[in-house]
């Protein structure tokens, strides 16, 4: 690749074609990286949800992200908050085993706030279990509005590691290892 010309997808719009690392930063070209994310995928909550913990397990937060934000943009108006806020928890998780504090802490309370309101506003009860309040809002179709995802214990985990990583002489974490559970109750 030309590295003075601007890389662009087959529609010609531009697309950086660099390989990534596993936190998805961008590595040389020629350099084997880890097999990119495809953008603008239509998946299921259920998939939505499974792809995005087995990326989260195995250490890709910003993969995660991507699966997160495919969601926020082709889903329902209702389920925005939920998506992005878990796009939000994903980076912010990035950014925190990339040893960026402040990014980190910033991203994962705004991913907080992005589930609480979620939740205030129709998703999961603040526990992340359903309750009779938890109304499904219109256009959601069936179902929980979370889609099973533990929501209250997804804002305490964020809010606890964006207090860890901003402390004094914190390291990078490693995503692997602080990766959250999405699902309540499940290992």
């Known amino acids: 690749m030309d590295e003075t010309r601007r890389d662009r997808d087959t529609e010609g719009r531009a697309h950086n074609a660099r390989p990534r690392d596993g936190l998805g930063r961008p590595l040389p070209?020629?350099?084997?990286?880890?097999?990119?994310?495809?953008?603008?995928?239509?998946?299921?909550?259920?998939?939505?949800?499974r792809e995005a913990q087995r990326l989260l397990?195995?250490?890709?937060?910003?993969?995660?992200?991507?699966?997160?934000?495919?969601?926020?943009?082709?889903?329902?108006?209702?389920?925005?908050?939920?998506?992005?806020?878990?796009?939000?928890l994903a980076v912010g998780l990035t950014h925190a085993a990339r040893g960026n504090v402040t990014g980190g802490a910033r991203l994962l309370r705004r991913g907080a706030a992005a589930?609480?309101?979620?939740?205030?506003?129709?998703?999961?009860?603040?526990?992340?279990?359903?309750?009779?309040s938890d109304a499904v809002?219109?256009?959601?179709?069936?179902?929980?509005?979370?889609?099973?995802?533990?929501?209250?214990a997804l804002v305490g985990w964020a809010r606890e590691l964006a207090?860890?990583?901003?402390?004094?002489?914190?390291?990078?974490?490693?995503?692997?290892?602080?990766?959250?559970?999405l699902r309540a109750g499940r290992r």
Do not use: C
């Open 163 to 181: 207090g860890r990583v901003e402390e004094p002489g914190a390291e990078p974490v490693d995503a692997a290892a602080e990766a959250p559970r």
């Open 115 to 132: 589930l609480a309101e979620f939740a205030e506003h129709g998703g999961a009860g603040a526990s992340g279990d359903a309750s009779p």
């Open 57 to 88: 397990d195995a250490g890709m937060p910003f993969h995660a992200h991507e699966v997160f934000e495919d969601a926020w943009k082709s889903g329902p108006p209702a389920e925005r908050d939920l998506w992005r806020g878990l796009a939000q």
């Open 29 to 49: 070209y020629g350099s084997p990286g880890v097999e990119r994310q495809p953008e603008g995928v239509v998946r299921a909550p259920e998939e939505t949800v």
């Open 137 to 152: 809002p219109s256009g959601v179709s069936g179902g929980s509005p979370a889609h099973g995802i533990g929501v209250g």
